[in-house]
């Protein structure tokens, strides 16, 4: 069932534009129509304008005109897992609810499941916002 997002994330590690950490990273997101849209981390020479992995893959979601994330995976080698920063589980929790899972892989696939909730405990989110 996850198979075709985990495949994608990896996928797009290989499209990555990394050229000053040499760190690959592709993402994937399902929308809530089942569609699976992917990015890559894209770095800039001022190296705060690089952008996310899961960054992309919400773009391209959004762009499509979707806004809620049923699921999502991360890919990126190394010994230690590749979950997503800190900037990202909040940009992820904008359109994913606190049990979605998070599939952390390497380049050979699935490693890792967690959920939202578990990486970004007591979130601020949308629904914050909704007071009368
Ligand atoms: N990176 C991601 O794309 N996603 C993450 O969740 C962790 C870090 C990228 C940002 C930068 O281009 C490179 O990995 C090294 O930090």
Do not use: W
Request: aromatic share 6%.
């Amino acid at each position: 069932m996850s198979a075709d997002l985990i495949e994608a994330a990896v996928a797009a590690m290989s499209k990555a534009y990394a050229p000053y950490s040499n760190f690959s990273v592709g993402a994937a997101v399902r929308g809530a129509s089942g569609k699976v849209y992917a990015g890559c981390n894209v770095e800039n020479a001022s190296y705060p304008e690089g952008c996310c992995a899961e960054t992309s893959a919400l773009s391209a979601m959004v762009m499509a005109g979707e806004a809620r994330v049923t699921e999502v995976a991360v890919a990126g080698a190394g010994d230690k897992l590749v979950t997503p920063c800190g900037g990202c589980r909040q940009r992820l929790r904008e359109f994913a609810a606190d049990d979605v899972a998070i599939h952390i892989c390497g380049p050979q696939g699935l490693r890792k499941t967690v959920t939202l909730g578990e990486l970004l405990p007591l979130s601020f989110g949308p629904d914050n916002l909704d007071q009368e």
